[in-house]
């Protein structure tokens, strides 16, 4: 048996592999959850004291992601993050990332036009500080997380999570799921832009000045800094926040600063509020100050440039 252990901010991983079959057997209290017909896993909390508070979980797996919340005996969120399954040669790796609110929201609340919170806050929602990777996994592979502590005890609450089975058709599957998401997502647009910070206009496009795509972004000219938007959920790079959509406007938050872009058509279409906000701070080839350009993914607007990513 293998151990491979590290820590990030709060999250600590233990993967122990122990070269199991393609299924494998579980804790008899774990909850098992099937991501695609071939893949499931399987979740269980550690730390929990038999008569303390209790804590209850639930989870939902959307296009192939499983989010997982859990919340204290009063309903209060405790933690929430999301578990994506990657094919890999040696078997497949999960990609553990944050939850924002709005996913949150989305994923656990009925789909109504006023979302109702399902669950009680008495602050921002806690969530994993940044992405992480399991590394290889095969079916019987178990990674123990190790997520916050529970106010008012002394319990360190952990979750375990295993990889209970996994096939090559299930791998299918899921690409096939993913493909279809791909092709619907929703496409941006970044037109006539005029960029205000903290109240004052930065910046004014011409009228017919415009990008779009599945991800666009806007150059702010100082500091080489580029802001990048998406609605897809977060692939490889990790996001920097949550944007605001207000029809033609657009707010985000950087650097202490607050941002308001108003564009001349629909930054997106009818009924979509929030999109993924990311940040690139190493200038692009070929343009400087303000810009605005669209591209296929988040991942390849990144790519740019870059010495291990020509695009």
Not at 19 to 48: F, H
Not at 82 to 104: D, I, N, Q, Y
Not at 256 to 279: F, K, M, Q
């Amino acid at each position: 048996m293998s151990h491979v252990f590290w820590m990030t901010g709060s999250l600590a991983l233990l993967i122990a592999s122990v070269c199991p079959p393609a299924a494998a057997q579980v804790n008899a209290g774990a909850a098992q959850v099937t991501i695609a017909d071939g893949i499931d896993l399987a979740l269980s909390m550690s730390g929990v004291t038999p008569g303390t508070r209790p804590l209850q979980s639930t989870v939902r797996v959307h296009d192939g992601e499983l989010y997982r919340l859990i919340v204290d005996g009063a309903g209060y969120a405790r933690f929430a993050y999301a578990v994506r399954v990657e094919p890999r040669a040696a078997g497949v790796e999960l990609m553990l990332r944050p939850v924002r609110l709005h996913e949150a929201v989305t994923a656990f609340a009925p789909r109504q036009r006023a979302f109702t919170l399902p669950f009680k806050l008495d602050s921002g929602l806690n969530t994993l500080p940044d992405t992480q990777w399991s590394g290889d996994m095969r079916a019987g592979d178990t990674l123990t997380l190790d997520l916050f502590h529970q106010p008012g005890t002394h319990q360190r609450i952990g979750d375990i999570v295993t990889l209970a089975s996994v096939t090559n058709a299930g791998l299918a599957r899921l690409k096939a799921l993913r493909d279809q998401r791909r092709e619907a997502r929703p496409e941006l647009t970044v037109a006539g832009i005029t960029i205000r910070r903290d109240g004052r206009i930065l910046n004014g496009d011409r009228p017919g000045t415009f990008a779009t795509g599945h991800a666009v972004g806007l150059g702010l000219a100082d500091a080489a800094v580029t802001v990048l938007f998406s609605a897809e959920p977060p692939q490889t790079e990790a996001p920097y926040g949550v944007a605001a959509i207000d029809g033609r406007t657009l707010r985000f938050t950087l650097d202490g600063h607050e941002y308001e872009c108003t564009a001349t058509d629909p930054i997106g279409p009818a009924g979509l509020t929030s999109v993924w906000l990311y940040v690139r701070r190493e200038p692009l080839p070929f343009v400087k100050g303000y810009f605005v350009l669209a591209g296929e993914s988040i991942d390849k607007l990144m790519a740019i440039g870059r010495t291990d990513g020509q695009e």
